[in-house]
């Protein structure tokens, strides 16, 4: 990862919204931007379809319904819930994919969007989740079994893996290189650039070019951000957001509103972003044993550059 330079070659960008939020691809190989586009449609299609808690056709709405049964699963949302228990593990429940409930009590129970046009509620019980050692996988014969009552929420692994996969797909597919955001978790795959792949850090993915606070540059795996201030909502009097923290239920207070990091993948880089926002004055002791850049920008405005990432700009 590097500070960005502007590169040579015409890049063709497509975006749209899905997901509750803005999907991106960039293509260099201009004669497969409709069909990157098209693909990326596809693929976040299907991973709404299998990881949802919104559609009540989702696979993962089946496995609600049937909780204290062994259930199986598609190969996406298996895959998809192996991510999230791998991500919980290595943060030591930091990120952890039972805040179902949690979340939907402070309010986030539907799309973000219907959520903001109705009157503010005061939020019900809070309390811990129950805990990703819960979630029982079995992949002999690809079946999930969570206690009764639990519900699980994989919006930010899946959304980080849905990337990867795009990403994959499309350069597959088409050739040449190709970047994937989805709300700021970003993929590459392919060849990079000339001077690597230009993204902007900002504490909103789809801040205009002129807005952003830094633009560094990933040749390879995956960038993403996490931030406090950007899916949030009234919660009565309160003002919420979606990063919840698993030992209370609760949404975490702001210690950092702004972490970005790169990783081997977007998957890899999204599990220390959000971990290290549910961490808090913690994060920098406990983020050693990741070994990847970050960037980490505190309530206060103070700004840390972890492990190589660049260090800003003198204005």
């Not at 931007?33 to 991973?47: F, K, S, V, W």
């Not at 978790?185 to 807005?211: M, Q, T, Y």
């Not at 972003?273 to 980490?296: D, Y």
Request: hydrophobic share 45%; aromatic share 4%; charged share 20%.
């Amino acid at each position: 990862m590097r500070r960005a330079v502007d590169a040579a070659e015409a890049l063709t960008t497509r975006s749209f919204r899905a997901i509750g939020t803005t999907a991106t691809v960039v293509v260099q190989e201009r004669s497969g931007a409709d069909a990157a586009e098209h693909m990326l449609i596809r693929e976040l299609e299907t991973i709404d379809r299998a990881c949802s808690r919104f559609r009540d056709d989702s696979e993962l709405q089946v496995v609600h319904a049937n909780a204290g049964s062994a259930v199986p699963v598609g190969d996406l949302l298996f895959q998809a819930l192996v991510v999230a228990v791998d991500a919980a593990q290595r943060t030591n429940g930091a990120v952890d994919p039972t805040v179902g409930n949690a979340i939907a009590a402070l309010g986030y129970d539907a799309d973000l969007e219907e959520v903001l046009a109705r009157p503010p509620a005061p939020p019900t019980a809070l309390g811990v989740v129950s805990g990703y050692q819960h979630v029982q996988l079995n992949r002999a014969d690809r079946t999930v079994r969570i206690p009764r009552g639990v519900r699980l929420d994989l919006g930010s692994t899946a959304k980080a893996l849905a990337a990867d996969r795009a990403a994959r797909r499309i350069t597959q597919a088409i050739g040449g290189g190709v970047l994937v955001s989805l709300g700021g978790d970003v993929a590459v795959a392919g060849p990079p650039p000339a001077g690597g792949w230009s993204v902007g850090i900002a504490r909103e993915s789809s801040a205009p070019a002129g807005e952003v606070e830094q633009v560094v540059a990933i040749t390879h795996g995956g960038l993403a951000s996490s931030a406090t201030a950007v899916r949030a909502w009234r919660a009565g009097e309160r003002s919420v957001h979606h990063i919840v923290d698993p030992a209370t239920g609760d949404c975490v207070e702001p210690y950092w509103v702004l972490v970005s990091a790169t990783g081997r993948s977007c998957v890899e880089a999204n599990l220390v972003t959000t971990a290290a926002i549910v961490w808090g004055e913690q994060a920098l002791g406990n983020l050693a044993k990741f070994h990847q850049s970050l960037r980490l920008v505190r309530a206060d405005g103070e700004i840390f550059s972890v492990n190589g990432w660049p260090q800003e700009a003198t204005r």
